[in-house]
């Protein structure tokens, strides 16, 4: 099938509203088969920041929208303490169906691998052309690995812009549900800094550019 990421005749052309109901019958892996939809990105259509995270979660699963449980509350905090309104941004994930097992009666989120990632890249490469984002900040590295297509360390790569394409900038940045999992409160919090420092970064980018246009 032709798309915009492969065909350049379609740069600029796709709307999200038509990647969107396109990708609700995605089949380019084998994921579809167990999850309850296929969750897209959501936001504004031309926002200066994209948000890319790793896969829907059970409850991104049921709802259809990407970050609305556990870790979307995180991520809520942290956007709110480094000024950048969720409405203002575009949020999606680097694959677009939640991967589980099931233990008894719960769903347990599976990471995705990297012929998961590959298959589902189309849709993050096509939301790019479509949002036209200034920045774009790949949380966790699933995220980094479809961002950059190849894998990249969050640790080395943190706390700078990166260039990804000619008007594009990069940020990495863990994932929201690392911050979640870290067991010592006093890692917890430092880590949570470091995250929103990182999103600061992100607001201070957007900020300084908008002003100079
Ligand atoms: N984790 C993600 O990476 N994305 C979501 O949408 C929810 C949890």
């Known amino acids: 099938m032709r798309h915009a990421a492969r065909d350049p005749d379609l740069f600029g052309t796709e709307s999200l509203t038509d990647l969107h109901k396109e990708a609700a019958h995605c089949r380019a892996c084998h994921l579809y088969k167990d999850a309850t939809q296929t969750v897209f990105g959501e936001g504004a259509a031309h926002a200066p920041i994209m948000l890319v995270g790793e896969q829907p979660g059970d409850k991104e699963d049921l709802a259809g929208k990407p970050f609305v449980g556990p870790a979307g509350q995180v991520l809520d905090r942290g956007l709110d303490e480094a000024k950048i309104p969720r409405n203002k941004i575009y949020i999606t994930n680097a ?3 939640f991967k589980f097992v099931l233990r008894g009666k719960v769903r347990l989120h599976q990471k995705p691998n ?3 990632i590959r298959a589902c890249r ?3 490469e096509r939301e790019l052309l479509a949002v036209k984002p200034a920045l774009v900040v790949a949380m966790g590295a699933t995220a980094a690995q479809c961002v950059f297509g190849k894998i990249t360390p969050i640790g080395k ?16 940045t863990v994932h929201p549900s690392y911050l979640l999992r870290l067991p010592d409160a006093d890692a917890k919090a430092r880590e949570y800094a470091h995250f929103v420092s990182d999103l600061k970064l992100a607001f201070e980018y957007i900020h300084h550019k908008e002003k100079a246009t």
Do not use: I, M, P
């Open 157 to 172: 790569n943190r706390g700078h812009l990166l260039d990804l394409t000619e008007n594009t900038k990069a940020l990495v």
């Open 114 to 116: 990297t012929s998961e």
């Open 122 to 124: 189309q849709w993050y």
């Open 95 to 97: 694959v677009k169906h």
